[in-house]
Nanobody, 129 residues
Framework: EVQLVESGGGLVQAGGSLRLSCAASGFTFDDYAIGWFRQAPGKEREGVSCIGTSDGSIAYADSVKGRFTISSDNAKNTVYLQMNSLKPEDTAVYYC??????????????????????WGQGTQVTVSS
């Protein structure tokens, strides 16, 4: 059974940092890319970042470029999302999910148009102003 478990969310002041983790099990980790997306109340889902666990490809949404860093520890079947310089508009539930690859648009930004396979229960990130 495919399982993705997010952790690391919490309450932080604007300008602060958090590191999210996505622990994967039940599948061959490097057969898939892992993506992060977020959803705030009353808003649509927004793609955040993705990483190809076998080829190391990486992409970020424009809204988080320069502030967030995605990484993968294949030995631990875990993907991390380091979030720095957090803003109130980053407040959302963050989910990790499997992807067939890490999709990018013509500018190299994360293309949030490829369907996810499985995703976890999410972790809440709240940034106070």
């Amino acid at each position: 059974e495919v399982q993705l478990v997010e952790s690391g969310g919490g309450l932080v002041q604007a300008g602060g940092s958090l590191r999210l983790s996505c622990a994967a099990s039940g599948f061959t980790f490097d057969d898939y890319a892992i993506g992060w997306f977020r959803q705030a109340p009353g808003k649509e889902r927004e793609g955040v970042s993705c990483i190809g666990t076998s080829d190391g490809s990486i992409a970020y949404a424009d809204s988080v470029k320069g502030r967030f860093t995605i990484s993968s520890d294949n030995a631990k079947n875990t993907v991390y999302l380091q979030m720095n310089s957090l803003k109130p508009e980053d407040t959302a539930v963050y989910y990790c999910a499997t992807l067939p690859y890490c999709p990018r648009d013509h500018r190299g930004s994360y293309y949030f148009g490829v369907d996810f396979g499985s995703w976890g229960q999410g972790t809440q990130v709240t940034v106070s102003s």
